[in-house]
């Protein structure tokens, strides 16, 4: 006997829904009525974040969307009161307002107005007129947020790292980058260096400072001392960190991924603290670091061996650098060496015969390396990314193979 689609139980027609895209999950709710049924099931929306333009009332909206479960809302564009969303949706997990360069302080703060604890993530990144005052609501009545983005919010001060680290104990994930005002004063409130005030996030996991320009090797005292829970640190382009610091955060054994991108006070030396240390790190970036040299190989291969992802680009390496550190990393996955413009055929040759596990391989801008030494590289067993910008072939030299190759 032949069975038809609608014979189907509706829980067996939602778990085949389940694994179609947003749009189309909203087009089976239009083909009849027992699709529309099965497609509201909330299996079938679990973990979509509805993306939002609110331009004009829609009493239906917030309705339809907790009908199916939906508690993840990105706002694209903000003509209504914030407040309109709060009320719509009581039990909200996640909302995104990335980029609603309108949203102001008055605005959050009617929204604001009593507790929600459902709300554990709130992305305010570029939300250029939010101040500390914003950061005083939030502390007030979200006490369950445990990931805060302030990426790009310059208004922000020590003062709203102060409420923060009063109100916000639950936090594991704060992105703080271009928060130009804040200093190693609101890292101190963060990491509890001012218990009196405040109790600080000791729950933190993931902290990104990158850009912000006022820290010093005072701030990596602070969360060394802190925030023992952190696991990823993004300090790029902190110009004022050094090779001090380093001492700081080389015995964080919660640590495994570390970005010093850009930080131009960092040296061999630098490396060599982080070596000399307890870290057990899985990720490191130092690239266009001018300070940083062969000798940073040397360290990395004698206490940072363990690494799986290693960026160097527009370092000062070389291939006996190369040559120093690939007989240690037998870990290694990924190797970013762009840039590197010192680095020869000698060089490939070397990885190929040492770091056999490598996926990932970033070759841009390596004007010296040959087709002999790519030839080497494309035999690496597991290698799935090879990037190639700036590096001059013919179609003929071109190899192919069961890997993704990236030309500029």
């Known amino acids: 006997m032949e069975t038809h689609i609608s014979c189907l139980f509706p829980e067996i027609l939602a778990m085949i829904f ?18 529309r049924d099965a497609s509201y099931h909330k299996s079938v929306w679990r973990g979509v974040e509805a993306k939002l333009h609110l331009r004009r009332a829609n009493p239906s ?4 969307l907790q009908a199916r479960g939906i508690r993840r809302v990105q706002i694209l ?34 929204a604001f107005v009593q507790e929600i604890p459902s709300l554990r993530v709130l992305n ?19 006490k369950n947020l445990e990931v805060l983005e302030l990426g790009g919010c310059s208004n922000i001060t020590n003062t709203g790292l102060l409420l923060i680290a009063w109100g916000l104990h639950r936090l594991k994930s704060l992105n703080l980058r271009s928060c130009r005002h804040v200093s190693d004063v609101g890292i101190g409130h963060l990491a509890g260096m001012t218990r009196s005030a405040a109790e600080g996030c000791l729950n933190l996991e993931y902290l990104t400072l ?8 005072l701030s990596l005292k602070h969360i060394s001392k802190g925030l023992t829970k952190l696991r990823v640190l993004n300090l790029s382009f902190c110009g004022g960190i050094s090779d001090a610091g380093m001492i700081h955060l080389s015995h964080m054994t919660s640590l495994w991924s570390l970005n010093l991108r850009s930080c131009d006070n960092i040296s061999d030396t630098g490396t060599m603290h982080l070596a000399m240390g307890t870290l057990r790190l899985s990720g490191l970036d130092v690239s266009f670091c001018d300070k940083i040299g062969d000798q ?34 037998h870990e290694l ?17 070397l990885i190929a015969d040492h770091l056999t596990q490598l996926v990932g391989i970033d070759l841009y801008g390596c004007t010296k390396i040959t087709k002999r030494g790519l030839e080497r590289i494309t035999q690496l067993p597991c290698l799935k990314v090879l990037n190639l910008g700036l590096w001059q072939m013919t179609e003929s030299e071109k190899v192919r193979g069961d890997f993704f190759l990236i030309f500029f």
């Open 18 to 35: 389940s694994y179609l895209d947003v749009r189309d999950k909203g087009r089976v709710a239009q083909v009849c009525i027992a699709w």
């Open 61 to 64: 909206l917030f309705p339809s």
């Open 77 to 110: 564009s903000l003509r209504r009161s914030l407040s309109y969303v709060i009320q719509g949706m009581p039990n909200i997990e996640s909302l995104n307002l990335s980029g609603c360069y309108n949203l102001t302080d008055n605005g959050l703060g009617h």
């Open 124 to 142: 305010l990144s570029l939300c250029k007129q939010i101040t500390d005052s914003s950061l005083g609501r939030i502390a007030q009545y979200l």
């Open 210 to 217: 990158q850009d912000c320009q006022k820290l010093t090797d």
């Open 296 to 329: 940073t190989l040397a360290y990395i291969a004698q206490g940072l061996y363990q690494l799986k992802s290693l960026s160097l680009c527009s370092c000062h390496i070389s291939d006996d650098g190369i040559n120093r550190m690939v007989r240690q990393m």
């Open 333 to 349: 996955r990924t190797l970013n060496i762009g840039q590197c413009v010192r680095i020869t055929d000698k060089g490939l040759e």
